[in-house]
């Protein structure tokens, strides 16, 4: 007979599993049992899920689905609803139950009335999303355009340690195809290599962490296109900029660490980054500081939108959707819908 696990590797064995869930997965599935749960509790309902058999289950949903409002009584949009029945489903799936939700026949009632909602509230305009990230706009009658004023306004640039790291975050998306916050905390200086091409031209290329479409695993799911940052000549020259950015950290951090570093807001040396990580708060706020200081205004701009100006820049270059996804890093071109809105001058 086998003998069994001693219990610290019982707890290893467990925490591998675990390592190998879609972190943002288990985050929906976390929420929405917890809107349920209190649902249930609210009604004097049975909270586990796993002790419905499938019919009372699905006469139960029905109500649930019927029913269900945020905290302060508005409506969840139609695609959150969406997203619901997925992580209700899969938190079903964890615990090895007999039936599924979002599949089987059985629940095509409780289906009905959640397709039913959805309908009913995107015809009463909830599917809307006026407060989605906008663009930069790329023309204007001056012919000039948004991301062209942060720099000649002196939001983006190398003349300070605010304005440097700026210009990093904004070049790094533009040239990477990068997610507005979260990848860009979760680099380090060593993700990045310089190489030279067949003409002598130097450029930068980044080899990304794990990302939310691209877990890493058994199958890592690299790009199919690796970009690149071509050095142009000039005070604005990303390669440029880049080993300026460098330069300006910590000695014993100029080729490793954290990406991101904490501003010393009144360096007097050439020192302009401290030793420690730059909170997720502050990158997260990067583009909302620039539209202030260059006093961009009529539109709601966020660290989203310099990833959805890239997709413009692409789309006005004629680029296929084909070769777009290969440097924004998307799994389909399917994803790219949301970013479709046309400027003023494609209108």
Known sequence: MAERFPDFQVEEIQELKENSENQNTKKSTSTWLNVWTSWAESKNFETNLLSYEAKQLDETLQKFFAEIRKKGGSEYKPDSLRVMLASLDQHLREKDAAFS??????????????????????????????????????????????????????VLGSHSPQSLIQTMWFLLTQHFGLRGCQEHHDMYVEDFAFSTDDNGIEFVTYEENPTKTRQGGLRKNRRVVQPKMFATGGQRCPVKLFKTFLERRPE????????????????????????????????????????????????????????????????????????????????????????????????
């Open 101 to 154: 939700i979002a599949k089987d026949i059985e629940f095509s009632n409780s289906r009905k009335v959640l397709e039913g909602k959805a309908r009913l509230l995107r015809q009463e305009g909830f599917g809307k999303r006026p407060n989605a990230a906008k663009a930069l706009v790329l023309y204007s009658t001056a012919l000039t355009s948004q991301d062209e004023e942060l720099w000649s306004k002196g």
């Open 252 to 347: 014993e951090m100029r080729n490793s660490g954290p990406f991101y570093l904490a501003l010393n807001e009144r360096p007097k040396t050439q020192v302009w980054y401290e030793r420690q990580r730059m909170g997720v708060n502050s990158i997260n706020s990067f583009m909302k500081n620039m539209a202030s200081q260059a006093d961009i205004q009529g539109k709601k701009l966020t660290n989203h939108s310099a990833r959805k100006t890239l997709v413009k820049k692409l789309k006005a270059a004629n680029q296929p959707r084909s070769a777009i996804i290969g440097v924004t890093g998307h799994t389909n071109e399917r994803s790219l819908a949301d970013y479709e809105e046309g400027d003023e001058k494609e209108q």
